[in-house]
């Protein structure tokens, strides 16, 4: 009885129900995804798996592969030619943070040699 | 001439065989007159003038000489006359040093076992106005005299004095005035600078000594200067191989092609310029009896005037 006389208003509410329904699968322009598809989202996912600038671009920008081959051998040279205190150098500086480094070079600093000896050059007293 | 004086208004005061004996009386009371110690406290023996003509004028602040204590003056005069082409004028027993036809320091001996100056080295000089009130302030401000203050005939008042921390030094007013400022030379004194572990209480002392004003250059040096020039340097020992001292630069042309003639000579070499703490231009070296001395380049183009 109920169903008979509101026929109209559950005709109406469901009859929205799916218009915004459909108007959502279409990509309507609500979602921070609206205007994405499907493949140009998973390619800047992608870009997140890569830590190396360089091989981000090699991806990113084809035409620039050859430039960055080279830049990948040069630095490859520099650490083969690195004496094995450089590179151990290069090595503890990589495990360590920012922080670190910073101190370490205060530490340094402050236990640099003072050249104090002598007469000071004139362009001390342009300062 | 004589006989003018002694015969006034044409009168003849003495017979003429007298004059001789009179003029033997005269020499001796000039000369007894020139030895006698009217001031009270004159040295025996005369000392040459620091400047070649009498300047008059004088720079308070200013190092104008310096003097080498050592046990062996024959030897000094072949390593620096080697080392520098230094040339040497005997005075008595006072050895002074020219360097370009200009008086620039003296050779002093001392006997080698010797207790009081154990260790031979490089007194600097320093110009004052009144060496009496330096001297009392030295002794007032924790300072020594060690000798003086007294007149050193023809060199001046002086007194050799120790400052609060042990350095020693020369204090002096000049009979025939300070040496004129000049752009120093190849071998001439370019720099003095005393090593201190307490730079503050050393500029403190000097300072009024000297009438200095300062400026500092970095957390470890200071420079002293006069009628605003730089006149010395205070340099902050954090180390403390050497003791508190005054050392004296000489200027070179190169002082790391120096040193292989130092070595020759019977020197020693305690630091070459490359080594920490020479500002690269500067080496540390000792003469063959231990005196500490600086060599140090300049460039030659420099517009700024040296003492």
């Known amino acids: ?76 040279d520099r650490i083969r030619n690195m004496s094995p205190e450089q590179r151990q150098h290069l090595s503890n500086r990589l495990q360590q943070t920012r922080p670190q480094r910073l101190e370490r070079r205060q530490v340094r600093r402050a236990n640099r040699p003072v050249r104090n000896m002598g007469r000071p050059r004139p362009a001390v007293r342009r300062r | ?101 200009k008086r620039m320091a003296g050779i002093v001996n001392i006997a080698p076992a010797s207790e009081k100056r154990p260790q031979p080295l490089w007194l600097p000089v320093m110009s004052v106005a009144d060496v009496d009130k330096a001297a009392a302030f030295v002794r007032h401000h924790g300072g020594r005299i060690l000798k003086g203050p007294l007149d050193m005939r023809g060199r001046g008042r002086a007194a050799l004095v120790q400052d609060p921390q042990g350095a020693e030094l020369v204090i002096l007013h000049a009979a025939t005035g300070d040496p004129a400022d000049g752009k120093p030379r190849i071998g001439d004194w370019i720099w003095n600078e005393i090593w201190t572990n307490v730079p503050e209480k050393t500029a403190a002392f000097y300072s009024p000594l000297g009438n200095y004003t300062s400026m500092k250059v970095g957390d470890a040096y200071e420079i002293l200067l006069s009628e605003n020039r730089w006149r010395a340097g205070i340099r902050f020992i954090f180390k403390d191989p050497y003791k508190v001292r005054w050392v004296l630069a000489v200027r070179v042309a190169d002082p790391a092609r120096i040193l292989t003639r130092v070595k020759k000579l019977g020197g020693t070499v305690l630091l070459r310029p490359d080594e920490p703490p020479s500002n690269g231009d500067t080496a540390l070296i000792a003469d063959p009896d231990g005196a500490l001395l600086m060599l140090q380049r300049w460039p030659v183009d420099t517009t700024e005037d040296v003492q």
């Not at chain 2, 006359?81 to 360097?99: A, E, K, P």
Request: charged fraction near 20%; glycine fraction near 12%; aromatic fraction near 18%.
């Open chain 1, 1 to 76: 009885m109920i169903m008979g006389r509101f026929w109209w208003l559950v005709t109406m509410v469901t009859g929205t129900g799916i218009i915004l329904v459909l108007a959502g699968c279409s990509g309507g322009g609500y979602s921070i995804y609206s205007g994405y598809g499907y493949p140009r989202y998973g390619y800047d996912l992608g870009y997140h798996y890569y830590h190396d600038h360089d091989d981000y671009y090699e991806d990113r920008y084809e035409h620039r592969q050859e430039v960055v081959l080279q830049r990948r051998e040069e630095r490859a």
């Open chain 2, 1 to 101: 001439m004589l006989e003018t004086m002694l015969s006034r208004h044409g009168r003849q005061v003495f017979h003429f065989s007298c004059r001789p004996a009179i003029l033997l009386v005269l020499v001796f009371f000039l000369g007894g007159c020139s030895a006698l110690d009217l001031s009270g406290k004159t040295t025996g023996r005369s000392f040459p003038p620091i400047t070649d003509s009498p300047t008059r004028g004088y720079h308070y602040g200013k190092f104008v000489w310096a003097d080498l204590i050592t046990p062996d003056v024959a030897r000094a005069k072949t390593f620096y006359g080697g080392l520098f082409g230094w040339t040497f004028s005997q005075y008595d027993r006072y050895t002074m040093v020219i360097n370009n036809g």
